[in-house]
């Protein structure tokens, strides 16, 4: 059994969203798993990253916030509310991610989350940075070992969001989410979960999305995550582009999927298998 | 002379961004622009979007965020800080968004801005929505006939922001700003103005940057903007996909893209010129 965190962002409890969380927290318990809650809203969760993040600033005259942050993460000096919700992730194997679709991204109260509890040495700033490696990211990490899984009611039509739909593709526009804010500090990213019309949905469509969402839930630690390629993996160069010869079938960020026939990955001495 | 709305979030007024800020607003205002800068950490912007954006909620029970917003919007019933910024942004002939890259998009009180400013009946929810179209958007809306440039310092290096880097190229990395939050309400989007390892810049590196920058701001209303497909000008389908035989030679967000030898789009009767 395991320890699951859901991140949680929307401002009524009656919403599609909430009901979607409520459905997580209660079958993943059902299943014998550990489940805890941060609901953004219900917290009051402070979204706007400032100096007042940092109880002991070095300095005083001018924010410099990458800098303070790493500071005051070694030396405990955060505020209570973030260190909080790195102990949440710390004690996680598995974080799910819930909020509406708006603007193409998560409510500012999300992204607020990101800002201040990724703080410099915990979510990024980790590890060696030199020539050889550019630091423990993508796949490796603070949260290496971990599943993360976006859960996002989309208002929108699916074929708007299809590989040529005007949106853009759902993977393109949750890139800068899944890869850049979950895969970067090392979780492995399942597919999303994604609901569309989700201002439409009737008691039936209801019932259909609560079957298809519970399967996903009970795959959370054996499904395939996405195959990003991790940096350190041998892929990219010391540029870190992605070496010549591999995901020339491929244009945009779908280049940064491994593919069959890539060579293998070796991750701290150790081939990374991509399915458990 | 034009109108130019600055929209500018950065915690610290001596960083690089505030910086980047200061230095348009008196380089635009020399060329005898007006100029409006919203400097929202310094307004201490409302970045939550909630129930207090409705001073006469229709429904106090539950609620529907995207239902009041239009109903705010159109019985002028939105509070006085969203008004405010829609009023600026109507008085702009271009806005710039001048913010530094947090985990891959923009700090959170500027999303606040957008989830919040861009109001049900202002940035969506424009138009007729049926078989034949489906609102005006991408390239219509209420912001048409408006430039955008996004400003933005990014700590990490330009090779891993290239089209092979590792954290994908960076105008997948900027597609839901760009074209999803600016495209989206009409604005033509200029090419964004990035500076690579921000933390790491010396006064000569800034002396090249300030020049570059001033010659983008010199050609804000005379340099072509991103060539994004419109929706409604004949590219896109009935279920808003791209139609077969455009964009054939790209994958990913750059199908999205006008190609030579592209039909001519047709937007309200006009045939559309990228180039002003």
């Known amino acids: 059994m395991s320890n699951i965190l859901i991140i949680h962002a929307h401002p009524e409890p009656q919403s599609l969203t909430s009901a979607l969380k409520d459905l997580a927290a209660a079958h993943l318990r059902a299943d014998g798993h550990e489940v805890k ?71 500012a109260i999300m992204k607020g989350w990101f800002d201040r509890v990724f703080a410099n040495g915990f979510g ?20 290496a070992g971990r599943r993360a899984m976006v859960i996002v009611p989309i208002g929108g039509h699916g074929p708007h969001y299809s590989d040529r739909g005007v949106n853009g593709s759902l993977e393109d526009v949750l890139w800068p989410i899944q890869h850049g804010m979950l895969f970067y500090p090392g979780m492995e990213v399942m597919e999303p979960f994604a609901v569309y019309g989700s201002d439409r949905l009737d008691p039936d469509g209801w019932r259909g999305v609560a079957e298809k969402f519970k399967d996903r839930l009970s795959g959370l630690f054996t499904d395939a995550p996405i195959p990003y ?48």
Chains 1, 2 share one sequence.
């Open 124 to 143: 990024y700033g980790v590890g060696e940075h030199g020539p050889e490696r550019w630091g423990d990211r993508y796949g490796e990490g603070t949260l």
């Open 37 to 107: 809650v941060s609901d953004l809203y219900a917290m009051n969760w402070k979204a706007v990253a400032d100096a007042n993040d940092f109880s002991a600033p070095q300095d005083t005259e001018r924010l410099k916030y990458i800098r303070e942050s790493k500071r005051a993460f070694k030396a405990g000096t955060q505020t209570s509310d973030i260190r909080a919700e790195q102990d949440k992730l710390l004690w996680a194997d598995a974080v799910l991610f819930s909020f509406p679709l708006w603007w193409y991204g998560m409510p």
């Open 229 to 276: 390629r991790t940096q350190n993996g041998g892929h990219y160069d010391r540029d870190r582009r992605l070496k010549p010869g591999l995901g020339h079938q491929e244009r945009g960020t779908r280049i940064h999927l491994v593919q069959p026939g890539d060579p293998e990955e070796v991750l701290g001495g150790r081939v990374r298998r991509l399915v458990s």
